[in-house]
């Protein structure tokens, strides 16, 4: 768990980390969290003379952000938490936001981070998995039923590897930085290689990497140029492990999507810039719209 205390603009004023306790159960995760959130304000109190005004919360899983409820985490063993109220109890009825996590960094990245000034932006983290946040005018899209943005469950290459979703051939079985570690693992001999080693193995040219870097590049870029046939954003933003490799990924990316679009304008395609902080500022940048939609802004926020 990543927290802090964020000023108006976003600016970070106290940062902190906890592990999630998950192998103490779903229950004991709650509890984590409103500990650390109740904790964050006290010192908010301490150190700038009055407790935080508003919270905000980003959690994996599938959110149900008007009625403020994480209704499932599998990483988290969660299904229905009325995370909102119970954050909102926990520190004296201050207003909470919640949020999907990757709509949380999205918002951080489109209003402050590498899409600041674009009026329509795509965010895509490729972690573990790959997930999406559609950006419109300074906000994030959550769709009708909270799934909007799931372009790692874009099919790219049907009848292929099944995915946990129930279909086969998804992008995140192919483009995300699990996937590229697992094919690179199988590729090279050595079960403990991963997709960091991939992309060194690319600079220095071996071939065998090459070909597993160039197969995750070509499905992301097909699943991209589908978000973006759909969407067209005008900026797109990469983030997560994967795009740690700088270069190794975006020139060939580039190059592959170019490839690929036919009619549609080619978005600005750009690195994530707020790295793994995203996720946080977004959170306190959702507290903060609580705030600024009903009274003057107070000093902090969680």
Known sequence: MKAALAGPGGELLHQARRATGRERGPEAVVAGILDFAAELRELGAERFGEPAAAAGVAVPGIIDEEHGTAVYAA???????????????RLGGIPVALGHDVRSGGLAEGRI????????????????????????????????????GEIGHIVVRPGAAPCPCGQRGCLERFAS???????????????????????????????R???????????????LVTALTLLDPRTLIIGGGLAEAGETLFTPL???????????????????????TAGCLGAGLMAWDLLTTTTTPPEVTT
């Open 177 to 207: 930085a699990s996937a590229v570690s697992q094919a690179w693992a199988e590729a090279c001999g050595d079960p403990d290689a991963d997709a960091a080693d991939c992309a060194k193995a690319v600079e220095s040219g071996d071939a």
């Open 254 to 276: 580039r190059d592959a999507v170019r490839r690929r679009v036919t009619f549609q304008k080619l978005p600005e395609l750009v690195p994530a810039a707020l790295g793994d």
């Open 75 to 89: 990483n988290l063993g969660w299904r229905d938490v009325p995370l909102r109220s119970l954050l909102s109890d």
């Open 209 to 223: 990497a090459a070909r597993v870097w160039q197969d995750a590049v070509d499905a992301l870029a097909d699943g």
């Open 113 to 148: 981070g590498a899409g600041r000034g674009a009026d329509r932006f795509l965010f895509v983290p490729l972690g573990t998995g790959i997930a999406g946040a559609i950006g419109i005018d300074g906000r994030v899209e959550a769709g009708a039923h909270g799934f909007a």
